[in-house]
C-alpha cells in the first residue's frame, strides 16, 4: 500500500530553515542596504562566505529546529533560546569578516565596510531570529494531525512501538485499536501489525478506509518512516530473504565511499597532527606511559582486527577483563575524560580507514568478548558485520553512549536502517550530524539508564 511521507521529517525541516534563512540574508544584504557590489567588488565572495559560515555554525549549536520538541517547552523560552543562539553566531560571524578586512586591507573604505556588516548583521540577527520561531511554532501547530497514529494488532508489539518511540527523532503518538472498532475520521492514520491476522471483511474494511484517503502502512514502513530504525526483535526471517538487509560490496557507490574514507581521513589524520601530538604530551604527564591503547575488535564479516586509541585509562584498568562502560567510570582519567567527551581518542583510528579494515561511516566495531554475549541474546546480530565497521555511524548520531545489552540492541536496530538505506547522501547526513555532536561534545559519555 502506498502511503504520505510526512514533509515534517528533520531532513526536509532543517532544508526549509536554511533556504528561510538564505532568504532573508540576501534581502537584508541587498534591499534594507542597497549593496553595490561596484562599490565594493571584494565583497563578492566574502558575504558569500558568511552566509555559508552562518548556516554551518548555526546548525552546529542547534539554531535551526529539530525533529523532537520537548512539549512543555514554552513560547517565550524558545524566542530567547533562539535569540541568545542567534546573537552567538551573528558575533562570530561579523567578527570573522570584519577581522578579515582589516587585517588584509582589501578595500580603502574598512571603516565603511565595518558599519555595514554591523548594520546589516543586526538587521538580519533580529529578523532571522524571529522568522525562526514563527517557523518553528508553525510547523508545530500544523505536525500535530501527520504524528497521530493508530495501531491495529497485537498488544505485545504495541507495547514495543510505544517503548521505541522516545528515541525517535520525529514526535509522534501512537494509540492502539481494534479494527472493528474503528470508524473513518479526517486525522486516522493507521499501523498495521500483520495483514494475515485478518478476515476478508476485515481486510476489506482497510480497503475501504485507504480508497478514502486513510493512511494504512505496516509496522516496518512505520518504523522506517517515524523511529527511522529496524527493531530486531520485531524482524522476520521473510525480511531477509527479500533480499531488504544486504549491502553489494563492489558497486560504484561503495568505491566512491571508499576514495571519500581515503581522502578525508588523510586531511584530517593532518589537520589534527598537532591535536593528537599535544593529547599525547598530556596523557604522559597524567599517567605516564603507554600513550596508545590498542584492542582487537570485530570487523567487516566477523573477521578481527587491532584498533588504536589514545589510551584514556588508567593503566590494568581491565585487569580483571573486559568490561561495559559506565557514567562516571572510576577507570578514566582526568584527561581521558576530556579527550573522550570530544573523541580526540578515537583520532589514531584514522589509520584503520586508511588500510581498509574500517570506514567513516558504519557501525560502531565491538569487542569480540561481548559479541559473543550480544549474538546469543539479540536477534539477527551479525547483520552489523555485512558492512565495514565505522567511526561514526547512524546509531551514534541518533542514540547515546551503549554500556549494555539493552543499548546494543537499540543501537542494532539503527544498524539495520543504515544496512538497508545505505547511500552516499545518508553518509554525508551522518558526517554532518557528527560534526554536530562533537562540538557540542555530546554522544559519548554513557548515560545512566536507558528503557
Not at 4 to 14: D, F, H
Not at 117 to 129: A, E, M, N, P, T
Not at 343 to 357: F, K, M, S, W
Not at 374 to 386: I, N, S, T, V
Amino acid at each position: 500500500m502506498q502511503f504520505r511521507i510526512p514533509w515534517i521529517l528533520s531532513r526536509k525541516r532543517l532544508i526549509a530553515a536554511t533556504l528561510l534563512d538564505s532568504v532573508i540574508f540576501i534581502a537584508s544584504y541587498t534591499f534594507s542596504f542597497r549593496l553595490s557590489f561596484e562599490r565594493w567588488p571584494d565583497l563578492n565572495f566574502s558575504i558569500a562566505f558568511f552566509l555559508i559560515y552562518w548556516l554551518i555554525v548555526s546548525y552546529v549549536i542547534g539554531r535551526y529546529p529539530r525533529s523532537h520538541h520537548p512539549p512543555q517547552i514554552s513560547t517565550l523560552l524558545n524566542i530567547s533560546q533562539q535569540l541568545f543562539k542567534t546573537l552567538f553566531v551573528a558575533l562570530l560571524s561579523t567578527c570573522c569578516i570584519i577581522v578579515y578586512y582589516n587585517f588584509f586591507k582589501l578595500t580603502n573604505s574598512v571603516e565603511s565596510v565595518n558599519i555595514f556588516l554591523l548594520q546589516s548583521g543586526i538587521l538580519f540577527c533580529i529578523i532571522s531570529s524571529s522568522s525562526q520561531v514563527l517557523f518553528d511554532d508553525w510547523i508545530r501547530r500544523n505536525s500535530k494531525k501527520n504524528n497521530l497514529w493508530t495501531f491495529i494488532g497485537s498488544q505485545n508489539n504495541f507495547h514495543k512501538l510505544q517503548n521505541y518511540l522516545q528515541w525517535s527523532r520525529v514526535p509522534a503518538k501512537l494509540y492502539f485499536a481494534e479494527i472493528d472498532n474503528l470508524n473513518i475520521c479526517s486525522s486516522l492514520q493507521i499501523v498495521v501489525d500483520n495483514y494475515t491476522d485478518y478476515n476478508k471483511s476485515q481486510l476489506d474494511k482497510l480497503l475501504h478506509f485507504q480508497q478514502t484517503g486513510i493512511t494504512i502502512i505496516t509496522k516496518y514502513s512505520w518504523c522506517k518512516l517515524i523511529l527511522q530504525r529496524f527493531p530486531p526483535d520485531l524482524l522476520t526471517e521473510v525480511e531477509l530473504l527479500r533480499g531488504e538487509f544486504s549491502m553489494p560490496q563492489s558497486n560504484l557507490q561503495t568505491r566512491i565511499k571508499r576514495l571519500g574514507d581515503v581522502i578525508i581521513s588523510l586531511l584530517l589524520l593532518i589537520s589534527s597532527f598537532p591535536l593528537i601530538f599535544f593529547s599525547c604530551f598530556l596523557i604522559f604527564l597524567e599517567d605516564g606511559n603507554p600513550i596508545f591503547y590498542s584492542q582487537i575488535r570485530s570487523g567487516l564479516s566477523g573477521k578481527s582486527y587491532r584498533v588504536w586509541k589514545l589510551r584514556t585509562m588508567y593503566r590494568d584498568s581491565e585487569k580483571n577483563g573486559p568490561q561495559w562502560g559506565m557514567k562516571t567510570d572510576p577507570r578514566v582519567t582526568k584527561i581521558g575524560y576530556f579527550l573522550r567527551k570530544f573523541r580526540i581518542d578515537e583520532l589514531p583510528q584514522l589509520l584503520c580507514v586508511l588500510n581498509g579494515t574500517m570506514s567513516l561511516i558504519g557501525p560502531r566495531p565491538e569487542r569480540p568478548e561481548f559479541d559473543v554475549q550480544l549474538e546469543a541474546e539479540l536477534p539477527f546480530y551479525k547483520l552489523r558485520y555485512k558492512m565495514r565497521p565505522g567511526l561514526s555511524g547512524w546509531a551514534q548520531v541518533n542514540y547515546p553512549y551503549g554500556a549494555s545489552v539493552k543499548d546494543s540492541a537499540n543501537k542494532l536496530s539503527y544498524d539495520l536502517y543504515y544496512l538497508r538505506n545505505a547511500s552516499l547522501w545518508l553518509d554525508l547526513l551522518i558526517l554532518v550530524k557528527t560534526i554536530r555532536l562533537v562540538f557540542n561534545a555530546q554522544g559519548s559519555i554513557p548515560v545512566d539508564k536507558i528503557n
